[in-house]
């Protein structure tokens, strides 16, 4: 788990300290807005897993790398995305046997 301390005026004045715990590194869905920006999501410590068409990625990314990304303009939407390892390694295992038709 990664705890990140948020900064704001508003909790300055009143002595306040918020912060926020998540995890170390997980997996994401990114909607870009107009074409995928590599670089944006190398320099927050991401790589790429999926590519969906659409504009869409799926990314693993550190915690810290997430909030960075949150408001940037070339981002439509970001959220994690929790992944079932049992049924992932089923349809793997499936798709290793599929033969082409």
């Given at each position: 788990?990664?705890?990140?301390?948020?900064?704001?005026?508003?909790?300055?004045?009143?002595?306040?300290?918020?912060?926020?715990?998540?995890?170390g590194r997980g997996l994401y869905l990114i909607?870009?807005?107009?074409?995928?920006?590599?670089?944006?999501?190398?320099?927050?410590?991401?790589e790429i897993v999926l590519r969906f068409n659409g504009g869409k990625t799926l990314a693993a990314l550190p915690f810290t790398g997430y909030l960075a990304l949150r408001s940037s303009f070339h981002i439509s939407h970001i959220g994690p995305v929790n992944v079932d390892v049992?049924?992932?390694a089923r349809i793997s295992e499936l798709l290793?046997?599929?033969?082409?038709?």
């Open positions: 788990m990664n705890e990140i301390e948020i900064k704001s005026p508003i909790a300055s004045a009143m002595g306040a300290k918020i912060s926020v715990t998540g995890p909607i870009w807005r107009n074409t995928l920006q590599e670089s944006l999501l190398k320099t927050a410590g991401g049992k049924r992932l290793s046997r599929a033969r082409p038709p």
